[in-house]
């Protein structure tokens, strides 16, 4: 349940008794609320049955524990209030408890999406990672398994559509041949879901190019290529469909029903505030619930500023997604051009960025959808203002007074400030001393609490230029300079005047935010932001400037060792080794089943040299002949002479 329905009157019961107490009093509250006519959630009921509690004209005594009579009178008031369906209180509750059941934020809604989207392509999922096919018509089945896994994760066609099933079943054998099937039932379970991830977005990123070029895209929404893929001229200067009409189309509607909130909202400020001045006209509009009703148009005018922020959040999302596609289309055409062939490395990344892209646009329009079911569920809310209030009976309350609006009641008081000096204990931030000034979270949602105090419950809006009194932690705006001062005189007065009129008023509680006072109502779509979105101001800070003592690189050597014994050490290793062999032993069985490594210390190349250098000559021949030419005798006689010196002389 989104409300905590455990209430004090059995705070001092076990908790399974008091448990069991609670849900048997709801029930009976839904079984006589269903007696009558009208059907009652538990959640509602709940809520109920703690602002029946917290009331305290209805007597309930909160030390003791619930008896018979108690339940009994519980139920009858609970009973009762449920079914005054003229009452705007009640509406306030139900639109309180219909907002908190339905509405999540950005990212728990893109979360829990995307869960509920992988649970039901879950049992695809698990018939592909445990098939064990082995036939060739196994393998086909698995073949066309994957191809409509592909087509039921993008969203890009029907499964059954043969010519959807056929181009994309082109576009996965561009890059998954059914020949590697074998390879892919080789792999671990998380290893097939990652690869069927991948090729999912990569089948569908060359679906979505396709479309692009003309050349394919069956079964793709037409409507999401109207402003978005017709060429890429047109691309980068429109934005997709979803921008174009649905966005605008519920912005306006949500900027229309917040106007007409403000309206009937600023229309009943002004007779109340013209009542709080007046104790006579005040008894006689009791009656009519104006205080009621103005809550309830509060309550709805918040409501549809939180989802209007979402919406803008939205469309601030889809135009920055529409830039990126144009520019990862463009990059993608001007990578392919006229090639025949292009590195799976090149184009593979914008084939799965255009997938993801296809995907944030998916999200996005089923978060636009909700968004504005969500609005117009809220509307019913507000069906007892025209039958409470007809025009007729506005204009008579209405003649004679001037209808302001918030901003001018704000500028009004524009030039008012609180002056530092008359306070000396209480600490007032202002814009230009404060930092996050904008973003600090208000008590009473920004209204004057001074104002509701005082009046009974009457709501204006603070104005932050006077002041902002931080007190506890917490930080208080005023409709009035006077107001401040009155307030920060004795704000806790005035805070436990507006705990009591909210024990009153329960649909107060979650309207001006009163959920650490009230912890047992806190929604359960707010208990995890309770602390998230507190924003500190930042009034004063302390800073501080050092030089760097180590400018330049460090020159640091940590081979370097200074110890002689650990050098001494180290050498005995390295001597050592060079006296081990290392080597190993494989069978035939198991030779397959590791890696086995030897290590051996290469030759080196050697050499020696003598002491000194020294060679050996024989002696060179010297011969010379005299006497050949004759003389002048007849008789010729020569004479040999050997001059060759001796070996040993040599």
Not at 544 to 570: A, C, F, G
Request: glycine content about 4%; charged content about 25%.
């Amino acid at each position: 349940m989104p409300f905590m329905p455990r209430t004090v009157l059995t705070s001092r019961m076990p908790p399974t008794q008091a448990e069991s107490v609670i849900k048997n009093i709801i029930r009976e509250i839904g079984q006589e609320c269903a007696g009558h006519g009208e059907i009652v959630s538990e959640t509602l009921a709940a809520f109920m049955v703690k602002a029946v509690v917290l009331d305290p004209s209805n007597g309930f005594n909160m030390d003791r524990t619930l008896m018979k009579s108690d339940v009994q009178k519980l139920v009858k008031l609970c009973v009762c209030r449920l079914l005054d369906s003229k009452n705007p209180s009640l509406d306030t509750i139900k639109m309180q408890v219909y907002f908190d059941m339905n509405y999540t934020s950005r990212e728990e809604f893109l979360e829990e999406h995307h869960r509920v989207l992988e649970s039901r392509l879950g049992p695809v999922m698990r018939e592909i990672t445990d098939n064990r096919a082995c036939a060739r018509e196994e393998l086909e089945s698995l073949y066309r398994k994957i191809v409509s896994y592909v087509l039921l994760c993008s969203g890009l066609g029907s499964p059954t559509d043969i010519k959807i099933v056929r181009e994309a079943t082109a576009a996965l054998q561009s890059v998954f041949p059914q020949a590697e099937l074998g390879t892919f039932l080789t792999l671990s379970k998380k290893d097939k879901e990652r690869q069927l991830h991948e090729l999912t977005m990569i089948v569908t990123g060359i679906r979505l190019f396709n479309r692009d070029c003309g050349k394919g895209g069956e079964g793709i929404d037409d409507c999401f290529f109207v402003d978005c893929f017709v060429s890429l001229n047109m691309l980068l200067k429109t934005v997709p469909a979803i921008l174009h009409e649905a966005i605008p189309a519920t912005t306006q509607h949500i900027d229309s029903q917040i106007q007409i909130a403000q309206d009937q909202a600023y229309r009943y400020t002004a007779i109340l505030e013209k009542a709080a001045k007046n104790p006579l006209m005040s008894v006689e509009l009791q009656p009519y619930m104006l205080k009621e009703a103005l809550y309830n148009v509060r309550q709805y005018e918040v409501f549809l500023q939180i989802i209007l922020s979402d919406v803008i959040t939205c469309a601030q999302e889809v135009e920055m997604m529409t830039k990126q596609l144009g520019a990862q289309l463009e990059q993608l055409k001007m990578t392919i051009k006229s090639k025949t062939a292009v590195p799976t490395s090149q184009v593979f990344p914008i084939f799965i960025a255009l997938s993801r892209l296809w995907t944030s646009f998916q999200d996005e329009t089923v978060l636009i959808s909700v968004l504005s079911n969500l609005t117009t569920h809220l509307e019913p809310f507000l069906g007892s203002h025209d039958l409470l209030f007809p025009e007729k009976v506005m204009q008579n309350l209405l003649d004679g007074l001037t209808v302001k609006t918030d901003v001018c009641r704000v500028k009004e008081h524009l030039e008012d400030r609180v002056h530092l000096v008359d306070f000396r204990k209480q600490e007032w931030l202002f814009p230009e001393t404060t930092a996050n000034f904008d973003k600090l979270l208000i008590q009473y949602r920004g209204f004057c609490g001074y104002t509701f105090a005082t009046t009974d419950g009457l709501l204006l809006p603070g104005n932050p230029a006077i002041g902002i009194l931080k007190y506890k932690e917490k930080y208080y705006t005023f409709h009035t300079k006077d107001a401040a001062y009155l307030f920060a005189e004795n704000p806790e007065h005035y805070i436990d005047l507006i705990k009591e009129k909210a024990k009153k008023n329960a649909e107060l509680i979650q309207l001006l935010e009163l959920h650490q006072q009230f912890e047992t109502l806190i929604p359960y779509s707010q208990m995890k932001d309770v602390d998230k979105h507190y924003i500190k101001p930042i009034t004063k800070c302390e800073s501080s400037t050092q030089t760097d003592t180590h400018i330049l690189p460090p020159t640091i050597v940590r081979s370097y060792e200074w110890n002689e014994w650990e050098l001494r050490r180290k050498a005995i290793k390295l001597a050592n080794l060079r006296q081990k062999v290392t080597h190993s032993v494989q069978t035939d069985l198991s030779h397959m089943r590791r890696e086995n490594y030897s290590q051996v210390y290469p030759p080196k190349d050697a050499s020696t040299q003598s002491m000194r250098e020294g060679s050996t000559r024989v002696p060179r021949p010297q011969i010379y002949l005299a006497g050949l030419r004759g003389g002048q005798s007849k008789i010729t006689s020569g004479v040999k002479v050997n001059l060759t010196r001796a070996v040993d002389e040599t």
